[in-house]
């Protein structure tokens, strides 16, 4: 064979690897553009999650302060029915001062009442 009987055969070969080269470029930018799509899919779904996360995550947010209000609200008026308690209990301890006033002192009635046993027992027979 001569030198230039060979060179179409060549340059032909050449040709036909850079066609399936382009051929499978395209191939590949295809691919890509099916990869790049699933990949906006994905960040499209990412997306949308960590909107309903973030929501969902706001809505426990507030009920939990709204737990929280109410229950300090509750312990508040707890607190308060406690103290209006105590203040009549107060009250009703100061009347009975008052009233009793001068008759606090039980020494005198506790001997008067032992005087009365001793006296009452010494009538009895003893067992």
Do not use: W, Y
Request: glycine share 6%.
């Amino acid at each position: 064979m001569e030198p230039t009987e060979i060179t179409p055969q060549i340059l032909q070969n050449i040709h036909d690897g850079i066609r399936q080269n382009r051929d499978e470029i395209r191939k590949n930018r295809d691919g890509l553009v099916r990869v790049n799509e699933r990949i906006d899919r994905l960040s499209e779904h990412v997306d949308e999650v960590e909107h309903r996360l973030s929501r969902r995550i706001v809505e426990t947010e507030v009920r939990l302060t709204t737990a929280i209000v109410n229950g300090t609200r509750d312990l508040i008026d707890s607190n308060v029915r406690l103290a209006a308690v105590v203040a009549d209990m107060q009250g009703a301890l100061r009347a009975a001062i008052q009233r009793f006033d001068g008759q606090g002192d039980l020494g005198p009635r506790v001997e008067r009442c032992e005087k009365r046993l001793d006296a009452l027992e010494g009538r009895r027979p003893e067992e």
